[in-house]
């Protein structure tokens, strides 16, 4: 019996900086994904948003399911600060989650240096081009 290809969803088990961002994806961890990604305590995931005037609290629920080993979630909106919809930020402050919306490529340069810094930090970044 032959064995079919298997998709899984795209996850890094782990903590890393973010080496590089453009070209519609980011490099980490001596890898390289297309598409954005959320970055949390558990790993760095493949995420599916692309529109940051769209996001909603169901686009964070891995985020939310680990609320309580995060404290500031950076929110790359892609080339531009985009404010956050109020439900979704209504949604992270019931969890205790600080959220600072701001351009991709800030959002993974203050990531680098939290994490470096080893403080509860997550980041939802939107890939840029």
Do not use: Q
């Amino acid at each position: 019996m032959a064995a079919g290809l298997v998709m899984r969803e795209a996850h890094f088990p782990g903590r890393a900086p973010v080496d590089a961002y453009g070209d519609g994806g980011f490099r980490f961890a001596e890898m390289s994904h297309r598409g954005s990604i959320l970055c949390l305590p558990s790993g760095i995931y493949g995420w599916a948003p692309a529109d940051p005037l769209a996001l909603t609290s169901a686009d964070f629920a891995k985020l939310l399911a680990e609320a309580d080993k995060v404290e500031i979630l950076l929110v790359g909106t892609g080339k531009e600060l985009r404010p956050l919809p109020a439900d979704l930020r209504a949604a992270l402050k019931e969890a205790r989650i600080s959220a600072d919306p701001m351009s991709t490529g800030a959002a993974v340069r203050t990531y680098n240096v939290l994490l470096a810094e080893d403080r509860a930090v997550a980041a939802a970044l939107i890939a840029v081009d």
